[in-house]
């Protein structure tokens, strides 16, 4: 795990051009604490960077930026090729007598024997990368299948600048830069940016499984991302599996997750394990523990909150592995310290709150070990989000009723006929009530405009879109913006015959856990110098995933059926069929408790008018029903604060 960055294309080809690689690599120290590399060709005005945490072969002879063996092709590297050994053996033909043991050292060798693009294609890892083409005078930038390792790039001033993280670019071109208000409005729905969008808008995020080669004869401006992985024909036209018992599929997965479990073990360097307690951690543990010779070291988070605890569950399937295990809580006193650091760790605005507990367990990971494993995507790939099963539920609901019913519901909730509309609330929140579930007249009101638009709908991407929304217009709360359209509804679109817990997994899987999930577990660990590693998203995993026909992902109301048998044959089923809790700090409270007077001044309305994104009237009705009780607006008021943190700890303004 490392940090790359660099330069292609600078007028300035002289003695600070490696100054300004160093500036840059400056910044990813803790991507990469152990040494810095870098490569300069001031002919061809090109500069290379990276930062190394040394994990496979610590010896120099692992360092970075690395050459091919005839010298072609120049390669950084961020992240692990888990198939690394594989590849090398298929190059023992060539023989070819290697420097080190590294996953690099192979990389670039297997660039020699296939090209670039059947290189990217034969990987198994997580990677950000940048290749430089001796031959051909080509920068190619890629990203690995699912997005786990970052990488941003663009051209400012007519240069092109490329790094891990946004802060190295910053340093370099900061003054450049400017705010997207288009790119915000994006963030006010999901809570993160999607890709390729950022929060600057003269840079990019390049798409996960892409690659995009950038040329200066061929001008850098004429560079498209191109797919090495095309992810929505795994998704959209599987291939099911020939055994489709549940014994076979059960055997077969199995088989799958060992091998990359076994694959991520790999290390040079104490290795450990995240442990929630739910049922992704505990089947990467389970394997972990079944093929290490000694006690994984685990690691659990627990809160004194018992709504979003688990820390009890994880101490009891640690204790029946016989792991070594460290359970540590997380307090209200240890949340000034954390917060202060949240906008230098993501420095783009990035509002899932696990964020939190996330950095505090890594840091604490990372006193005993350097890389740690996680149960990562196996919410997306096997059905695991209780969301999937309401959206169904209410799409089927939806599609019982006449077409004309649809429409005429529709418009009874809209603005143009009150009286229906103040009918509907008024039963909303009494039946709410009876439900023992408080909400707000403005909470109501929101849960009615997104019936009445999905209610004219029968579109699986429509429906499952607003599920995801946060604010649900996001052109009313920031001035001057227009919301870009993703591409992923408008793809889940033309798929909508399909099962809409199959589309709902591919949508999140593109962007929800691409841009959020693992963004979340990669900042806070790489904070650290904690390489953080996925078992479940290893290429055989998802492929075999999206194989498996939706229905026999389920139970009746219970999701990750084929997990939770291997499970079982472990594991008491009390232990497994529990309620899922999530990976969440009790925010709703924490913003009326310990966090109420930091938030209030960001949200203050003479603060937000003077950063001047945000209608401040809208945030501050928000704020004041929040700290009433009356309703839970805690996801859309967390946005708003921190991208007030981030704007007010140093970066540019409009």
Not at 634 to 649: A, G, P
């Amino acid at each position: 795990m490392c940090g790359i960055a660099g330069i292609f294309g600078a007028e300035d080809a002289h003695a600070d051009f490696a100054a300004k690689i160093t500036r840059m690599t400056d910044q990813l120290q803790h991507r990469g604490p152990n040494s810095a590399g870098q490569f300069i060709d001031a002919r061809q005005r090109l500069g290379l960077g990276h930062r190394r945490l040394s994990i496979i072969d610590l010896s120099d002879a692992g360092a970075q930026p690395m050459s091919s063996p005839s010298g072609r092709y120049t390669i950084i590297l961020n992240g692990e090729i888990y198939n690394f050994l594989e590849l090398k053996n298929q190059l023992d033909a060539d023989a070819i007598k290697f420097r080190g043991n590294s996953d690099t050292e192979v990389l670039a060798a297997t660039l020699e024997r296939l090209g670039i693009e059947r290189t990217l294609k034969a990987t198994a890892g997580m990677f950000a990368l940048a290749i430089w083409d001796e031959k051909t005078q080509t920068l190619t930038l890629a990203r690995d299948r699912v997005g786990e390792k970052p990488l941003y790039y663009g051209l400012v001033g007519g240069v092109l600048y490329f790094a891990s993280e946004l802060k190295a670019i910053r340093s370099v071109a900061g003054a450049q830069l400017t705010i997207d208000r288009d790119s915000l409005a994006l963030y006010a729905r999901y809570s993160y940016i999607p890709w390729p969008h950022c929060i600057f808008r003269e840079l990019r995020k390049l798409p996960p499984a892409s690659f995009i080669n950038f040329n200066i004869g061929k001008g850098l401006t004429n560079s498209q991302p191109q797919r090495f992985w095309d992810f929505a024909a795994v998704a959209l036209q599987p291939t099911p599996p020939s055994d489709l018992s549940l014994a076979g599929l059960t055997a077969t997965l199995t088989a799958k997750i060992r091998q990359a479990v076994r694959r991520q073990m790999i290390a040079d360097v104490p290795v450990g394990a995240f442990l929630s307690g739910g049922i992704d951690s505990t089947t990467v543990v389970t394997f972990m523990q079944e093929q290490s010779p000694r006690p994984v070291k685990t690691f659990t988070v627990g809160f004194a909150d018992q709504r979003v605890d688990e820390a009890r569950y994880a101490r009891k399937i640690a204790a029946q592995l016989a792991t070594d295990h460290t359970e540590i809580y997380l307090e209200e006193k240890d949340l000034p310290d954390i917060l202060a650091k949240m906008p230098a760790i993501y420095d783009e605005p990035f509002a899932d709150s696990s964020q939190i507990p996330s950095y505090f367990v890594a840091s604490v990971a990372r006193q005993s070990v350097a890389v740690s494993l996680s149960g990562d995507g196996g919410d997306e790939l096997f059905s695991g989000y209780e969301r999937y099963r309401k959206v169904a539920t209410a799409l089927g609901c939806l599609a019982a009723l006449p077409a004309a019913l649809r429409r005429g519901f529709a418009a009874a909730l809209s603005d143009n006929h009150p009286s229906w509309r103040r009918l509907a609330a008024t039963s909303l929140y009494h039946g709410m009530q009876l439900a023992g579930k408080r909400r707000s007249p403005a909470r109501i009101n929101e849960i009615i405009d997104k019936l009445a638009k999905i209610t004219t709908t029968l579109s699986p991407a429509s429906v499952y879109q607003q599920n995801l929304t946060h604010w649900q217009d996001p052109a009313a709360l920031i001035s001057n913006s227009r919301e870009p359209e993703l591409a992923i509804w408008k793809n889940l679109d033309q798929h909508d015959h399909q099962d809409p817990y199959l589309l709902m997994r591919y949508a999140d899987v593109n962007h929800y856990m691409s841009d959020d999930i693992l963004v979340k577990m990669d900042r806070a660990a790489m904070a650290v110098s904690l390489e953080t590693r996925m078992p479940l998203l290893d290429r055989e995993v998802i492929e075999f995933a999206f194989s498996i026909p939706a229905p026999l992902h389920r139970d009746g109301r219970l999701g990750k059926r084929l997990l939770r048998e291997i499970l079982y044959q472990r594991f008491d089923r009390s232990l497994i069929d529990r309620p899922k809790m999530g990976f969440g700090i009790p925010l709703d409270t924490w913003l009326r408790g310990p966090l109420r007077d930091w938030a209030a001044s960001l949200l203050a309305p003479a603060v937000l008018k003077d950063s001047g994104f945000f209608d401040a009237g809208m945030v501050g009705q928000k704020w004041q029903e929040h700290q009433s009780g009356r309703a839970d607006w805690s996801y859309h008021l967390w946005d708003i604060i921190i991208f007030q943190q981030w704007l007010q700890n140093g970066h540019p303004r409009p």
